[in-house]
């Protein structure tokens, strides 16, 4: 089993990012499970036809933890995807990395991972602040490699300099290692340039780009990720070769 956290500043296309990987990697003859780690519990929107999935936290508040079940927070989405949302606390009330923690508990409790036995964990997972619950992916050994995505601007890179960071003081404790940046593109002036000359200052290696294309604006308004509704696109293409990518940076050979 592959463990990747993908994470990133809010609003850069992370999840966008994450969703069509796994959608590509899926195809690629993987079973694969996305682990939504966003209060804003979207990250397996586009994989589930558009639609919002319960997620972990409501299941907890409506029924109490110890009658959550299985059915109840993890759901198939396109090509058999596995798909759990953490959830965030009521609004003002709470921390909201504690969701994410609650969750991994709960789906080891539950032994969702042996039961469905993935190829590949996918967490998405917000990168505005690498504390607490968000940066448990990191440092509590449920990942193995940690990519950083991020576009030209300056909130995003300084976003992923800290991500990075902290994964480098983590890394000789055993926990996640690095695998990587990647670049979603924004069409910002000399972007290439800006996020390259990062990269290097962080110490680590940009291992794919990824165009603006507006293929991802009309898939996302079907619900859809690109993969899904327009496969034959170009941009399929590259996802799929992001997904390639992200495998041999992995050091995984195709099943």
Known sequence: MIKIAIYGKGGIGKSTTASNLSAALSQLGM???????????????ALM???AIPTVL????EKGVEQVRMEDIVFRGFN???CVEAGGPTPGIGCAGRGIIT?????????????????VVLYDVLGDVVCGGFAMPIREGYADKVFVVT????????????????????????????GG???NKRNVEDEDELVMKAVKEMDSELIYTV??????????????????????????????ALAKKVLEVCGCELL
């Open 181 to 183: 940046v990647i670049l």
């Open 49 to 51: 036809g558009g639609k």
């Open 80 to 82: 058999g995807i596995l």
């Open 58 to 61: 409501d299941r907890i508040r």
């Open 103 to 119: 969750a991994f508990q709960l789906l080891e409790e539950l032994g969702a991972y042996r039961e469905f036995n993935p190829d």
């Open 211 to 240: 165009p603006r294309d507006k293929a991802v604006q009309q898939s996302e308004q079907l619900g859809k990720t690109v993969i899904e509704a327009l496969p034959e696109s170009e941009m399929s293409g590259h996802y799929r």
């Open 31 to 45: 079973k694969v499970m996305q682990i939504g780690c966003d209060p804003k519990s979207d990250s397996t929107k």
């Open 151 to 178: 576009s030209g601007e300056m909130m995003a890179l300084y976003a992923a300099s800290n991500i990075v960071s902290a994964v480098r003081k983590f890394e000789n404790r055993g926990y996640a290692r690095m």
